[in-house]
């Protein structure tokens, strides 16, 4: 009898473990912590689970965002705050000059304004390059160059509600009309509904110099007339960049005689010193400067440098909220690998840090590849020396865009000329995790691999640990706007709660089959006695 019952608990617990090797067996790949591992059973199971988990949302090659008449271009992307996100682009459906246009999708791959995009600006002549921002209410805020007034551009905005509709001046409010061309306008959000613009302005009649306006929520100019000058100084100011300071303010950098930042409050005072902060003054020609956040009210600044007199390497720098220099007098060194290294981008890593990714000319003659970087707060490297590949594959990837994943990483997409002769360019994209590690597929999970360009790809997160991208796509024989989402596990709503449970209810009956069994052991042994 004794055995019997022995028996019973036995198949019973066999029968508890064969759910429980089921749900490892097929969940393992998307929740490795179901399952103890070493480091490396670990590193394979997370790459195994980016390729099974993380994944193209929306229709295969993209789903087309605007696909009117004649040219689309040049599209800009931010999120929508609710996983879904806003583009805007220019747009020459006329047929007779540029206008500005915008859509909305949302998480599931939905338009959700008029088809082809609504109206921003078509105001006379040509509009160009759009930039975009959150309004922080499901809306954006779209800032242009405009050459309505005849042979000189002026800067304009215009805010678009999470509907669709304007909320402005019908094509948009005037942020400069000085006289002589302003271009290049940049944007940042300021907190409460409205946006801070700079740009670089001709109004001296001698060289470019760096601008920059509040406009409030409701369209409504806040600063001087026309603009508060960030840096008026001899020689050309170009190539400005700006982001928020988390007060109400922003931080600017731009390319004059060196790399040089200014940071703006909400009153509109500027706060460095006069004509900006000296980021980086080494000998030898800078390019492009680009900044993110360091979550203190500074910035990290990373640029291209040939200081070295015989290519460009990337540098970095950061700067507080004070304007005081953080790091290595004129940067610290990103890469200076052989070949030359161009257009650094960079996110923040959610800790004071960023990553960086530019392309890179260090193959020589097989093409230009992709690589990135991670720099913590204190300025110390992370990651290899000289940068981690992102993709190695034939002929050149170029001009790489990037995104927080939201656990210290990125999400990194670019163009790819590997099966140029075949379909032409093509948009890929890359994971890479705090600890540096590549997670996709090897080379980048394709996005879009159609006949004819796809090119200038423009990325934004999701808010969920993915990503949405935009680009430039030819497959029409025209240039149209398409769309595709990188999606995260945790967009498979459900799984991890019913496996947790099952895995939970499982080992609870398991203990307790084993304290069934123990107390029967026990029971025959004192009867034996």
């Known amino acids: 009898m004794m055995r019997k019952k022995k028996l019973k608990v036995l198949v019973l617990i066999l029968f508890l473990l064969l759910p429980i090797e089921i749900i490892t067996s097929s969940y393992t790949n998307k929740f490795p912590f179901l399952l103890v591992q070493s480091d490396e059973e670990i590193a394979k199971t997370e790459i195994k689970m980016s390729l099974n988990s993380f994944g193209i949302d929306w229709l295969p090659d993209g789903t087309p965002i605007s696909t009117a008449n004649n040219s689309q271009r040049n ?33 599931s791959g939905n338009l959700q304004w008029t088809a082809d995009g609504v109206v921003i600006c078509t105001a006379s002549d040509s509009q160009y390059r759009p930039e975009i921002c959150s ?18 551009s002026d800067i304009y905005a215009q805010r678009v509600n999470h509907l669709g509709n304007i909320q402005w001046t019908i094509n948009g409010t005037a942020i400069c009309t000085a006289g002589e061309s302003q271009l290049e306008s940049q944007l940042c959000s300021n907190g409460a509904g409205g946006a801070i613009i700079t740009w670089i302005d001709y109004r001296s009649g001698s060289n470019y110099d760096i601008y920059v306006q509040e406009v409030s929520s409701s369209g409504g100019i806040e600063w ?60 030898g020609d800078k390019r492009i400067p680009q900044l993110c956040s360091n979550g203190a009210g500074g910035a990290i600044i990373t640029w291209f440098d040939y200081r070295s007199g015989s290519n460009y390497d990337i540098y970095v720098q950061e700067v507080s909220s004070s304007g005081g220099i953080e790091w290595n007098i004129n940067g610290t060194a990103i890469c200076t690998a052989n070949g030359d290294q161009y257009a650094p981008q960079l996110c923040s890593d959610g800790s004071g840090g960023a990553i960086i990714t530019w392309y890179d000319g260090r193959s020589g003659s097989t093409g230009r590849n992709i690589y990135s970087q991670s720099i913590n707060s204190s ?16 002929n050149d990837q170029w001009v790489p865009q990037l995104c927080s994943d939201g656990s210290g990483g990125a999400i990194i997409s670019w163009y790819d000329n590997r099966n140029i002769d075949i379909t032409g360019r093509d948009i890929y994209v890359q994971l890479i995790n705090s600890a540096g590690n590549v997670l996709w597929i090897s080379n980048g999970l394709a996005i879009c691999t159609v006949n004819n360009d796809q090119i200038n790809p423009q990325i934004c997160s999701d808010g969920a640990g993915g990503a949405i991208i935009t680009w430039n796509d030819g497959r029409s024989e025209n240039d149209d706007i398409y769309a595709q989402h990188i999606k995260s596990p945790e967009l498979e709503g459900g799984e991890i709660p019913f496996v947790i449970i099952v895995a939970i209810v499982s080992f609870i009956g398991i203990a307790v089959l084993i304290g069934i069994a123990t107390t029967l052991i026990i029971k025959k042994r004192r009867k034996i006695e």
């Open 75 to 107: 599209p800009q992307i931010c999120s929508d705050g609710a996983g879904g996100a806003i583009i805007t682009w220019q747009d020459y459906r006329s047929g007779s000059n540029y206008d500005i246009y915008a859509q909305r999708i949302d998480s």
């Open 135 to 152: 309004d922080g209410a499901g809306g954006a805020i779209i800032t242009w160059y405009d050459y309505r007034s005849g042979l000189y």
């Open 224 to 283: 001087n007339i026309n603009g508060t000058a960030i840096c008026t100084v001899n020689n050309d100011q170009i190539n400005p960049q700006i982001f928020s300071d988390g007060s109400g303010g922003a931080i600017i950098t731009w390319k004059g005689a060196g790399i040089y930042a200014q940071r703006i409050d909400s009153s509109g005072n500027l706060k460095w010193t006069v004509n900006g902060t000296a980021i980086c003054t080494a000998n």
């Open 379 to 394: 300025g110390n490297i992370q990651w290899t020396n000289n940068g981690v590949a992102i993709c190695t594959a034939n």
